[in-house]
């Protein structure tokens, strides 16, 4: 098992390694090849041409390719100065360089976004795993009745809406029309109770695309699996009906749910773009969005990187679990 | 009678009080078992109208191909087919299960599931895709035993479940007990299987083509295990196969079913010596034999199973039936009786005693 996890970290840290060199490469080459100078971004487009000189030098970018991405990789893990002359400005550990507009240390920037994005994602998985496998289990077990098509439906309308649609509709509804709830985020250690007040809606308008998805998944698992052999046998052995369901059938029905809710737990905490931008929430996904139309490189990398490596963190631990759950995992 | 009276009482008053007086007094008997399914193409008879006795100690064997209704009856023993999510589908039973003097088909859900894993226990075909992969086989055992007794420890429970493993053969089994099914071989997992389904001593086991996923060198052993096994516990056991050669030398008594129903019925030695049924001497010229010429080929009953929903006319095998010219045209269209051939020996054709002694031992037997 350890030597499992040592392997399975080494790898995560080359995937991590081969993601940020082709992120890099696309950041940093196309300007290049499209023609517009990433030393003009910075400076702006009044400058003179010894001030963007000036600034070429200092953020490295008359370098190679490979030295500069040598360098942008020393700066992760050590921090690197970025030197004019005399004026040097030390970017310390990890580095991810400044924003083109702000200014601004990319690394701060990405720590300051981050709990929104984590308060968004993880009230929302939390509603959408009870609620998606709760109603899937529920289809699954009284299939064909009225309760199973009514979820069904529900659940193709969950897929089929747009967040923007629903969030908007929630947001018409009950902030502005209704003035039920409010929509400003606090954070959590400042006050929990308005911190959830003010999520309850983007939690629930989130939640509500992904329980569906996960209901249906939950359904056709949970029926597959109770048409298994070893189902007959628990039932043949005597057992109750809930124990049956309860523990044989639950058990295999987990692992799709787990592999699907890695991916999709990853995906949301690299930022979940269409809801913060309907609830003005400024996670990592409306800084993502913010920095694309502005084109502001160094950001939109941070926040490939941070997103690529939740993802592969997130799948690192369903796999982890994995071998928890599935004994031929851990074995084999 | 309220559940809870029912629980209270169950130990002493059931056996006594609770005994009807039509209760027949053999240990299981089946009668005018129906199992039928009703589907959006019609109704799937796939059992119509069965019924057989059978004893503690002894064995029956039930043979049919594909489809002719043998698992689906063994399935209906253990009223497997009420139970489930897919209630609104669920088969429609009729007819008689009367267990040790107790009617099942009529009993309710919760009896019959407190007799299943105990009293009648079933040995299934795959035993790969008849365990949990993700439970130890040690746990699927232990929890199997617990169900039936609630108050044995975990501790009781574990040396009970070594002790059968070690029972039916497993090496080392106090180590494998721990072990998951996909670590054990093919036959290993089905001795497992056979010691999940012994671990409340079953006076019935049932055991559903026990040997068809296993390997030919495996198959021998774990049919002499079954012997063996009920000659020490004295349960009554039924042996569901499609292959003669199975059931040969294991059972006492021999039940071929064709589209739903019995169509031949006796002891072991007169089915294999005597066999009255045209069916009964395809399955036994199908039977592929290391005493023949190589030569010879085999003789396949020719043709393909009858459609459950739509049974032919007269007698269920006349279209696959070289014989049927000579019934005058009854066996197209009446549905003929099981009648009594020979002693305890039962056979559904309308082929004239003549006729069917000459073809046997004529046509058929020299072949074999």
Not at chain 1, 72 to 80: P, T
Not at chain 1, 87 to 103: N, Q
Not at chain 2, 269 to 298: A, K
Not at chain 2, 322 to 336: C, I, K, M, N
Request: hydrophobic residues 45%; charged residues 20%.
């Amino acid at each position: 098992m350890l030597v499992y996890l040592i392997r399975r970290l080494v790898n995560v840290a080359v995937l991590l390694l081969v993601v940020s060199a082709i992120t890099f490469g696309i950041f940093f080459m196309v300007p290049k090849l499209t023609g517009s100078d990433p030393a003009l971004l910075y400076v702006g487009k009044i400058a003179d041409k010894a001030a963007v000189e000036g600034i070429r030098h200092k953020m490295g970018l008359d370098k190679s390719i490979a030295e500069q991405y040598f360098l942008f990789l020393k700066g992760l893990f050590v921090g690197r100065d970025y030197s004019q002359g005399t004026d040097v400005t030390h970017c310390s550990a990890p580095c991810f360089g400044y924003s083109f507009k702000t200014e601004q240390e990319v690394w701060p920037l990405l720590l300051d976004r981050l709990p929104v994005t984590l308060s968004l994602a993880s009230g929302a998985s939390v509603i959408w795993l009870v609620v998606g496998t709760g109603t899937g289990i529920v289809s699954a077990l009284r299939r064909r009745s009225v309760l199973d098509r009514a979820t069904m439906v529900t659940a193709l309308a969950g897929v089929s809406l747009p967040i923007y649609f629903t969030g908007l509709l929630a947001l018409s509804i009950f902030v502005n029309t209704l003035g039920w709830l409010p929509n400003n985020y606090v954070n959590f250690t400042d006050d929990p109770v308005e911190w959830a007040r003010n999520l309850i809606l983007p939690w629930i308008t989130l939640a509500f695309l992904y329980a569906a998805t996960y209901a249906r998944l939950t359904r056709a698992t949970l029926l597959e699996v109770l048409g298994e052999d070893y189902i007959r046998t628990a039932r043949a052995k005597g057992l109750k009906e809930n124990k049956v369901i309860g523990k044989h059938a639950l058990r295999s029905t987990m692992t799709p749910i787990l592999t699907v809710f890695g991916l999709d737990i990853g995906a949301l905490i690299g930022g979940a773009v269409l809801t913060e931008k309907t609830f003005d929430l400024r996670g990592l996904g409306y800084e993502a969005v913010q920095a694309i139309s502005q084109s502001d490189l160094p950001v939109i990398l941070g926040v490939t990187l941070f997103a690529a490596f939740f993802v592969i963190m997130a799948n690192l631990v369903v796999d982890l679990l994995y071998a928890v759950v599935d004994p031929r995992v851990r074995l084999g | 009678m309220s559940k809870l009276t029912k629980t209270s009482a169950a130990a002493d008053m059931e056996p006594t009080e609770e005994r009807p007086t039509d209760a027949p007094s053999e240990f299981l008997s089946v009668r005018d078992l129906k199992v039928h399914f009703p589907t959006d193409d019609g109704v799937v008879k796939s059992v119509d109208g069965l019924s057989f006795t059978l004893e503690k100690g002894k064995t029956l064997g039930i043979v049919g191909e594909s489809g002719s209704g043998k698992s689906v009856t063994s399935l209906s023993i253990l009223g497997l087919h009420r139970v489930g999510s897919n209630r609104s589908r669920n088969a429609r039973i009729s007819g008689e299960v009367w267990l040790d003097g107790e009617e099942l088909i009529s009993a309710d859900a919760a009896r019959v599931r407190d007799l299943r894993g105990q009293k009648m226990a079933m040995i299934f075909q795959d035993p790969l895709t008849a365990m949990h992969p993700f439970f130890s086989v040690g746990q699927q055992i232990i929890e199997a035993y617990r169900v039936h007794h609630p108050s044995a420890s975990k501790k009781e429970a574990r040396k009970r479940t070594i002790e059968m493993l070690d029972r039916v053969g497993i090496p080392q089994p106090d180590r494998r007990v721990d072990d998951y099914p996909h670590q054990f071989s093919g036959g290993m997992r089905q001795r497992a299987m056979i010691a999940m389904a012994l671990v409340n001593d079953p006076s019935l086991l049932i055991a559903d083509e026990p040997t068809t996923a296993l390997d030919v060198t495996v198959q021998a052993q774990i049919l002499d295990l079954i012997r063996d096994l009920q000659k020490e516990f004295g349960s009554a056991v039924i042996i569901i196969t499609h292959d003669l050669g199975v059931v040969a030398e294991l059972a006492d008594d021999i039940l071929v079913m064709y589209g739903g129903r019995c169509i031949e019925r006796g002891p072991s030695e007169t089915i294999f010596e005597q066999p009255q049924h045209p069916y009964t001497w395809g399955l036994l010229g199908s039977m592929p034999r290391l005493d023949r010429e190589r030569t010879d080929r085999l003789n396949p009953v020719k043709g393909s199973p009858p459609s459950l929903i739509n049974l032919p006319s007269g007698c269920a095998f006349h279209p696959r039936c070289p014989y049927t010219d000579l019934t005058e045209g009854a066996s197209q269209t009446v549905v003929p009786e099981l009648r009594e051939v020979g002693s305890r020996h039962l056979a559904a054709c309308h082929l004239g005693k003549a006729d069917r002694e000459r073809i046997w031992t004529e046509e058929i037997a020299p072949k074999l």
